[in-house]
T-cell receptor, first 110, second 115 residues
Framework: SQKIEQNSEALNIQEGKTATLTCNYT??????LQWYRQDPGRGPVFLLL?????KEKRKERLKVTFDTTLKQSLFHITASQPADSATYLC?????????FGKGTRLHILP | EPEVTQTPSHQVTQMGQEVILRCVPI?????FYWYRQILGQKVEFLVS????????KSEIFDDQFSVERPDGSNFTLKIRSTKLEDSAMYFC?????????????FGSGTRLTVV
């Protein structure tokens, strides 16, 4: 069955550094992949979508890459700030829905 | 910025009781979803809804669950006879395109506590 793995449950990064989060998937080749941010007690918030024919997508300090050969997406936050602390979710479209990974809790340390 | 609105924000119910969770999706969106998140676990798909019918449902979405779009704006999730294990955050989402090509917009959720 479809599996989405996000590399670590929690990641601590010093303020100002680049945070890199990993999403790996198996048994499926999605047409595109999405990244969401979730704060405690809140719903996921859509950040970026990258299509299978795109290698890289940028939005302000965010950058996403998509390697369909490795079945992997990397999510980067450059010049990280304490306000970037949250859980980041990778999601794949499948049939009439998207399915989420468990997420990586990112802590940006001042 | 358009929002998905969910009510109530918190619902406490006795085991075996029926609950209805309400959502107002974004007005020009055509696709509607319910997801749930048990504390500390991942966001899980329950059901998708398009053109006034269910387009897909998960194994979790058994006969105890139903969805309805009773008018042009509301989208509801009913749990007929709640169990302790139904305690979770329930999120409604909507999208303007199939498979969320422009992303899904989620509501802030309803925290359901079954006692």
């Amino acid at each position: 069955s479809q599996k989405i793995e996000q590399n670590s449950e929690a990641l601590n990064i010093q303020e100002g550094k680049t945070a890199t989060l990993t999403c790996n998937y198996t048994n499926y080749s999605p047409a595109y992949l999405q990244w969401y941010r979730q704060d405690p007690g809140r719903g996921p918030v859509f950040l970026l979508l990258i299509r299978e024919n795109e290698k890289e997508k940028r939005k302000e300090r965010l950058k996403v890459t998509f390697d369909t050969t490795l079945k992997q997406s990397l999510f980067h936050i450059t010049a990280s700030q304490p306000a970037d602390s949250a859980t980041y979710l990778c999601a794949l479209a499948r049939d009439d829905k998207i399915i989420f990974g468990k997420g990586t809790r990112l802590h940006i340390l001042p | 910025e358009p929002e998905v609105t969910q009510t109530p924000s918190h619902q406490v119910t006795q085991m075996g009781q029926e609950v209805i969770l309400r959502c107002v999706p974004i007005s020009n969106h055509l696709y509607f979803y319910w997801y749930r998140q048990i504390l500390g676990q991942k966001v899980e798909f329950l059901v998708s809804f398009y053109n006034n019918e269910i387009s897909e449902k998960s194994e979790i979405f058994d006969d105890q669950f139903s969805v309805e779009r009773p008018d042009g704006s509301n989208f509801t999730l009913k749990i007929r006879s709640t169990k302790l294990e139904d305690s979770a955050m329930y999120f409604c989402a909507s999208s303007e395109a199939l498979q969320g090509v422009y992303g899904y917009t989620f509501g802030s959720g309803t925290r359901l506590t079954v006692v």
